[in-house]
């Protein structure tokens, strides 16, 4: 059996979450101590060596978001925002590092907004995670008291702070450039892209945007070196990543394990296999924007690349079983519920598609069986249009679980 | 004129301030003169976030998670379970001004399914019997207060 | 080899040049290729929501939208093909599950014509069914008194909500909720109940039937529109060009003209729903005379003959000096200058004014000794691009609507505003910082500003040096005459606090380029003239004036204030601001005119109340009076109405039966704007033509007409003009600012004077080389402060400032006769201080009796902290709360101006 390999959630257990002298009596703050004896731009080279991969989803490398941002505000303030708006069905892995070592986020924005220069960071929570929005409020004073925050950081000359924001209920605004918005204290509605946040971001300034447990890698990273971390996972996927388990299995949770792992590990190693026995009908993969895997197929290495080449996605890391007697219909037309309640309704074909799916999901449950392949093609078909033409990723998602349900489980509908 | 960026946070604290878990009329009338924005401006803002309210609600809100994984683990009949309970429908307030049911998307709680939020207080793994219990703790309450 | 700035795309196939960084929509369309879009607008920011501009752009992965993304070099792009027009299809198909089309022939309807165009006009060509859209559904709107908001047949396109906040700088409109149940939302959900102030922008953007005006909507067919007349709005001093909608001999609609300077389509209230005046059934139709003390109806003949006898028995019997004219700034400039062509001429007298004296006399008076020229420096523009505006009492948002849209635009895109004002405007929520001096102490704060400007270093010595007369060594002047003004000082005169003062002072003295914008607040008093010196003293330190994006803009409360003057109404000035005096120039304009020299007065004449005042005490006895109303608007107005009475001889042409002239011997009945051809000058000098949409009703004439007439039967004809453009080039060369400029030039849209000859440009920014003083050089005008000469007391406590709102005008005879502004506003009343209105037992809404030394007058009192305590505000407009009874006719000793925004008054339960 593979064991737990882990860096974002290296804390976990050691400390008592959210206290500073913990932390840095278990090494915190260390890696911080490095990355300011270093020059800004050698620590982006190193990070962008890393190979790191953004953990919100898209795997975007980090590296060259940090170096475009960084040259995009040479004669500007830029800023640094810690995406925390974790909505994404079957994911609460930042939930697990912010409320289990918030630290550790604090440390990787420090690190990254240092590299590339910028003045101040935000973190911006969702408003339903109360426990992280206190103790990362917490841990930002207690940073800020401990002189790693603030004027003059640790003696480095460079200055730089974090203010905490929340959210107030919406999974768009998990969607980098909508999180802008919504910081800037407007509707979530997703601006148009490009430009991208690394040129035009905040307030209209260069943006650094990434995820909870990309910021919780850059400590390991910026003490290690990129050799360290390279030595993990497989080559177009270095590192470390959290999944996090649930639906009809023994033990739902969370793990921190290489990429590379394989799918099946993670369902009957880690979630110790079905609940009540037998194989899964199918598991989802990276949430309601996510693909569906045939049970039979658990034998998948789970990376960025190696998934994306069987048309699959690896997402935030969700992994949701779903037991044999479980309805992939009632799953979908949970799925599809999903996008219509959050959809923003800016552009007509995500507002109108949306709400067509959801209904044509709920019909999929009542229908009978023989017509259901039909329906599902014809929602498979209306779905792509609908990824075609729509303006930001939400309604480019509703066509991602239909076609896999459509190309793999046909017959289990 | 404050700054536009604090608006969301604003929201929250007026709605927070407010006994009926809302954004009241002169809550936003407050709102409008400080950061002098519209009405319609403060109110589209607040009608796109699903935690904020333009309409009064009840002293506890409960949120009920009804999205996939919760779904698929049952939390449909335990939304039936708390409208029977409480004597009302998802969205709306209890006639005693104790409760709002909301159903809710995602709350990260995925291990824990079927799990809701009671105000800022989350409960995982939800039976018939535990959400019984819950809903009768929080009336326990009111009645110690005298509320 | 291509143009400069053009590249080489390629659409289709089809290699052409386009402008790089062009919206790629907008030059794919200019090529020829109908990209169709319902939410861009070549106004707004790209939105992105209606999906329909996709095309596929190589190098690009998926379809990407045109209307967000810009042209570069060696673009190759689809704009056309079979997956596109089917994703289009698609979408608007989409869309109609959603939404309804078509118009009922009132409105445009641009989804109507693209679902026709991709052949979706038939329901059964439809894939999709109609969404149960009760959930979301919401009733039409019709609160609002000048549009009706039917949501269903909204296509959530954001037109609307970016027309107010980004066009008008309002964010009156937003989307509320989200998903399906998207709605725009106005206020509470009530359009009528909301901060809206019925511009009208939304209606003029919106795609679809969701927002459609109101007025007149039963009575429009837009295929039956005989014309669509582009004009000048008659309204303030902005000069909005708009398009008048002719149906049936009627004005049924305005719509702003898009893209067309200085108000790029966009109006106020006044300007798109204020033309139901012209055909009120109120109009004078008839001339008419008096008769055994009551008027009666006459024909042309009579009371052209009548008037005439009137004012040649006057000339007869006491000289020309005991004639007068009021002209207009309502007028054109042809009947402007025909007016005082003919005062000078027939009359003989260089008693020729009009309202201007009312309002900037002073303003102009300051900026003409300071530096050469009293017209607006800069372009209208300048209020959104300059880095700093400094604006000093002028309710810039509710007197010159359209002006205030640059202002909150500048505003948004970064620019600081100084807002100087003792009343809350609507400005103040717009303004870094707003100082509230006292009324009547700006020239102690000026000062004050000023000797911080020296203290902290933020004077331009170099501009100084080279710029104004006296250098530095006239400096010193100032320097020492400000040096008392000390922010502790300061703060005791005017109550403003030292570090406001500071923090003022500093973004206006430090920010790269800076504008004033200054009003009747700074030039409606006994010190106006000082007031706008002191203001002139810190402009001319800090060297904000005579650089691009620099200078000092009097916004003009009227169409033609501007215009009125430039042709030679006035008793100073001949045509292009030429003395009276200047021999030379009488014997050229005599040349001209073709009479003698020796007729033309090189007197100076009577200012407006001058003339009042002179009537009042005899020495004028007959008054032509041409679209005023004084006895409303001018100070003292029980003074004028005895004056008035004692003339031998009264004429007055208007084309409403006004409290003025119903003291008249003769009424002549007139053409409004929209009757006429002729050209308003606005605000930043600009010529802008005026055309005629429909015939006068009755047997109103045109003034021209009139004035030409009854010089013809004073046996001092001056001219006979074909029409408007044959005055107009007399005009070009009698005044040389205005010598380049003729109706074919005009035609094209408007220019900036001075404009000397036939090649000229036009001049967007004054005094870029030299000031228009005699030396070339602007001049220090060090002043002190005063104090007011009527100052509150125990029995007159109270200060009255009064001024204008947003939806009427002036003394009301055209606005309060167009139902849309009666709806939002018809009711006179006086603001107070809820703490004053407290410790005087009065509650908001009672009647009250408002007195000064002069006279007392009822209204209905508003508790408002708008003003502060000790200060009163009450707007001018309605005659039955005449506020100029209240005020003083003891003028300012440089411009003859009076002081209108400050009297002594006591107020009673009434």
Not at chain 2, 8 to 17: I, K, T
Not at chain 2, 95 to 110: A, H, K, Y
Not at chain 3, 12 to 31: K, Q
Not at chain 3, 197 to 226: F, M, N, W, Y
């Amino acid at each position: 059996m593979p064991e737990e390999r882990r860096i974002a959630l290296s804390y976990l257990g050691r400390v008592e979450p959210g206290s500073i002298d913990d932390y840095i009596a278990a090494g915190g703050y260390a890696a911080l101590k490095a990355a300011l004896a270093r020059q800004p731009d050698e620590l982006v080279a190193e990070l962008s060596a890393s190979g790191l991969r953004g953990r919100g989803g898209a795997g975007f490398p980090t590296g060259r978001k940090e170096r475009s941002t960084a040259q995009a505000c040479e004669e500007c303030d830029c800023y640094v925002v810690c995406n925390a708006d974790e909505g994404e069905p079957g994911t609460f892995k930042d939930r697990v590092i912010m409320e289990g070592e918030p630290h550790v986020l604090v440390e990787g924005m420090i690190i990254a907004a240092y590299a590339i220069g910028a003045g101040a960071g935000y973190i911006y929570i969702r408003g339903e995670y109360s426990r992280s929005i206190e103790l990362v409020g917490k841990a930002i004073a207690d940073a800020r008291q401990g002189g790693f925050l603030g004027k003059n950081l640790l003696g480095s000359g460079y200055s730089f702070d974090i203010e905490l924001r929340r959210g107030a209920g919406s999974y768009l605004c998990g969607e980098e450039l909508t999180l802008l918005e919504s910081l800037e204290g407007k509707r979530g509605y997703p601006r148009i892209k490009p430009p991208f946040p690394a040129e035009v971001g905040y307030r209209g300034t260069p943006t650094l945007v990434s995820n909870v447990e990309t910021f919780a890698n850059l400590p390991f990273i910026a003490e290690r070196g990129a050799e360290a971390y390279l030595a993990l996972g497989t080559p177009s996927s270095p590192g470390t990543k959290i999944f996090c388990l649930s639906g009809d299995v023994e033990k739902p949770g969370f793990v921190e394990v290489e990429f590379g792992t394989s799918l099946r590990s993670l369902v009957e190693d880690f979630a110790g296999g079905v609940r009540g026995g037998g194989r899964p009908l199918a598991v989802l993969l990276g949430g309601a924007a996510g693909t569906f895997v045939p049970g039979e197929d658990l034998d998948l290495p789970m990376d960025f690349d190696g998934l994306r080449k069987l048309g699959l996605t690896l997402g935030s890391g969700a992994v949701m079983v779903l037991g044999p007697r479980r309805s992939l219909s009632a799953m979908i037309s949970s799925m599809m519920d999903f996008f219509r309640h959050e959809s923003c309704g800016k552009c007509i074909p995500c507002r109108v598609g949306t709400h067509r799916l959801a209904r044509a999901a709920a019909r999929l449950v009542e229908t009978p069986k023989a017509e259901r392949k039909m329906l599902l093609g014809s929602m498979v078909a209306e779905a792509r249009l609908m990824a075609s033409t729509s303006l930001c990723p939400l309604g480019q998602s509703p066509v991602l679980p239909l076609e896999s349900a459509f190309a793999r489980l046909q017959d289990s509908l | 004129m404050e700054a536009r960026d604090r608006l969301l946070s604003a929201l929250c604290e007026v709605q927070e301030s407010s006994l009926q878990n809302y954004l009241s009329p002169e809550g936003l009338k407050e709102l409008s003169r400080r950061f002098a924005l519209s009405m319609a401006e403060l109110r589209g803002v607040a009608s796109y976030y699903s935690m904020l309210s333009l309409r009064p609600r009840g002293r506890h809100i409960i949120r009920l998670c009804v999205s996939p994984v919760c779904r698929m683990l049952g939390s449909v009949d335990l939304l039936g379970l708390i409208e029977g309970e409480l004597g009302l429908r998802a969205g709306e307030t209890s006639s005693d001004g104790l409760f709002t049911l909301e159903e809710t998307q995602c709350l990260g709680r995925c291990a824990g399914a079927p799990a809701m939020m009671v105000d800022a207080q989350v409960y995982e793994n939800l039976d018939i019997e535990g959400v019984r219990r819950i809903l009768a703790s929080y009336r326990k309450v009111k009645g110690g207060t005298g509320a | 080899m291509t143009e400069a700035g053009f590249v080489e795309i390629v659409i289709d196939g089809r290699t052409f040049l386009a402008r790089e960084g062009e919206l790629l929509l907008v030059a794919a369309r200019e090529a020829g290729f109908p990209i169709p879009s319902l939410c861009w607008h070549r106004k707004l920011s790209p939105t992105g929501a209606c999906r329909l501009c996709v095309v596929k752009v190589e190098g690009s992965r998926g379809l990407v939208t045109s209307c967000s993304i810009y042209v570069k070099a060696g673009m190759v792009v689809t704009a056309f093909d079979e997956e596109l027009e089917e994703a289009r299809k698609f979408i608007l198909d989409y869309l109609l599950s959603e939404v309804d089309c078509g118009t009922d022939g009132t409105f445009r309807d641009e989804f109507a014509e693209l679902v026709e165009r991709y052949g979706l006009a038939e329901p059964s060509a439809r894939r999709f069914p109609k969404l149960d859209m009760a959930e979301a559904g919401r009733a039409v709107d019709s609160s609002s008194p000048v549009l009706t908001f039917d949501p269903s047949r909204c296509v959530k396109c954001f037109r609307c909500v970016k027309a107010c906040a980004e066009v008008q700088g309002k964010g009156v409109l937003q989307m509320a909720e989200r998903g399906l149940r998207s709605v725009i939302l106005a206020g509470t959900g009530t359009w009528g109940a909301s901060e809206c102030d019925g511009c009208g922008e939304c209606i003029q953007l919106c795609p679809t039937g969701a927002i459609v005006e109101k007025p007149h909507r039963g009575e429009i067919d837009l295929a039956s529109v005989e014309a669509h007349v582009p004009t000048t709005c008659p309204y303030c001093g902005v000069g909005c060009q708009m398009e008048l909608l002719v149906q049936d001999g009627r004005i049924l609609r305005v719509e702003g003209i898009e893209g067309k300077s200085p108000n790029d389509g966009r109006l106020c209230v006044k300007g798109r729903f204020g033309s139901d005046f012209v055909h009120s059934p109120e109009r004078l139709m008839k001339p008419l005379v008096r008769e055994e003390g009551r008027l009666r109806e006459a024909s042309w003949d009579e009371a052209l003959g009548r008037a005439a006898e009137g004012f040649l028995a006057v000339k007869g019997k006491y000289g020309s000096g005991a004639l007068a004219g009021y002209s207009s700034a309502k007028c054109t400039n042809e009947e402007n200058y025909l007016f005082q062509k003919l005062v000078r001429v027939s009359f003989g007298t260089n008693n020729v004014d009009y309202c201007t004296r009312l309002c900037h006399a002073s303003t102009v008076t300051a900026m003409l000794k300071a530096i050469g020229d009293a017209a607006g420096s800069n372009s209208i523009e300048d209020f959104e691009t300059a880095d700093c505006l400094l604006v000093i009492g002028d309710n810039l948002i509710e007197t010159h609507p359209v002006t205030a849209t640059y202002v909150k635009r500048g505003k948004a895109a970064g620019s600081r505003i100084v807002l100087i004002d003792p009343k809350e405007t609507p400005l103040a929520r717009y303004a870094d910082i707003w100082l509230r001096p006292r009324l009547g102490t700006d020239v102690a704060l000026l000062n004050g500003m000023t000797r911080l400007v020296i203290q902290r270093g933020w004077i331009d010595r170099d501009f100084i040096e080279r710029r104004v007369h006296g250098g530095m060594a006239s400096f010193a002047q100032l320097e020492a005459l400000v040096a008392a003004y000390t922010p502790e000082r300061v703060l005791g005169i005017t109550g403003v606090a030292p570090s406001d003062l500071v923090e003022a002072t500093r973004l206006y003295a430090t920010a790269p380029t800076a504008m004033i914008a200054t009003g009747m607040g700074m030039s409606q008093q006994t010190t106006g003239t000082h007031g706008v010196f002191s203001l002139m003293n810190l402009m001319l330190a800090c060297g904000k004036i005579g650089k691009q994006g620099c200078g000092i803009d009097p916004p003009r409360g009227q169409n033609n204030v501007q215009g009125a003057t430039d042709v030679g109404a006035s008793p100073i000035y001949y045509p292009g601001y030429i003395p009276s005096s200047d021999a030379v120039n009488r014997a050229r304009i005599a040349r001209l005119w073709g009479v003698d020299p020796g007729e033309l007065s090189g007197s100076r004449g009577l200012t407006t109340i001058e003339i009042a005042k002179a009537a009042h005490d005899g020495q004028i006895k007959g008054m032509l009076i041409m679209g005023e109303n004084p006895l409303i608007t001018d100070p003292n107005s029980a003074h004028v109405e005895e004056a008035l009475r004692s003339l031998d001889i009264l004429v007055v042409q208007d084309i409403f039966m006004t409290a003025t002239a119903a003291l008249a011997d003769v009424v002549l009945p007139a053409a409004s704007f929209a009757e006429k051809e002729g050209s308003f000058t606005n605000s930043d000098r600009r010529v802008l033509r005026v055309r005629r949409a429909v015939d006068s009703p009755g047997e109103a004439r045109e003034d021209l007409w009139i004035l030409q007439e009854l010089a013809k039967r004073m046996g001092r004809p001056i001219g006979s003009y074909a029409g408007a453009s044959e005055v107009f080039d007399e005009i070009a060369q009698a005044a040389p600012i205005l010598g380049g400029l003729d109706y074919q030039r005009l035609g094209g849209g408007g220019i900036q004077w001075p404009c000397p000859d036939s090649k000229h440009p036009g001049t967007p920014t004054l005094f870029l080389d030299r000031f228009s003083t005699e030396d070339g050089l602007a001049s220090f005008n060090p002043v002190d402060y005063e104090e007011q000469s009527e100052l509150a007391d125990s029995a007159w406590p109270f200060v009255l400032n009064s001024g204008r709102i947003l939806y009427q005008y002036h003394s009301a005879t055209m606005s309060r006769r167009c139902p849309v502004l009666v709806e939002y506003a018809n009711e006179a009343y006086v603001l107070m201080h809820p703490a004053d209105a407290a410790r005087l037992g009065l509650s908001d809404g009672e009647r009250v009796r408002i007195s000064s030394r002069r006279s007392s007058i009822e209204t209905k009192l508003r508790c408002s902290e708008e003003v502060s305590a000790g200060e009163l505000f009450m707007p001018f407009h309605f005659e039955e709360s005449p506020v100029n009874r209240l005020t003083r006719d003891e003028l300012d000793p440089h411009s003859k101006i009076a002081p209108f925004k400050y009297s002594a008054c006591k107020v009673e339960r009434a």
